[in-house]
């Protein structure tokens, strides 16, 4: 028998699960400008996943960086929960303010 599949289906279930953690606290911590290290990292281990001969390795690389760049898309999504309330904004971090001109342009 070949398990080879569901050693990869369990390989992405636990980067999913994993990565949902990763972006909750890198908004929190970070904000959303943290998106490049995301970038590349994500390109990196799809990079890597390329020249590695093991199926299996190379396959966990890939799922990974993946993930790494899904996370991008999520942490700008994350930033918009947070603007809601859905999850705690950290009370450390300068909240961005929306110069008086953006806000004179709104009114009119």
Known sequence: ???LGILIA?????AIGV??????????YFSKSIW???AAIGLGL???SLF????????ALAVVGA???WSIHELFKQE???QKGQFPENPKRKKRTVPESDTSAANK
């Open 36 to 38: 490049p290290l995301f």
């Open 52 to 59: 590695i001969n093991s199926t299996l390795l190379s396959a």
């Open 10 to 14: 369990l390989i992405t279930m636990a």
């Open 46 to 48: 799809l990079v890597c």
């Open 67 to 69: 993930s790494c760049l």
């Open 1 to 3: 028998m070949n398990y």
């Open 19 to 28: 990565f949902h953690l990763i972006v909750i606290k890198a908004e929190y």
């Open 80 to 82: 918009k929960r947070v």
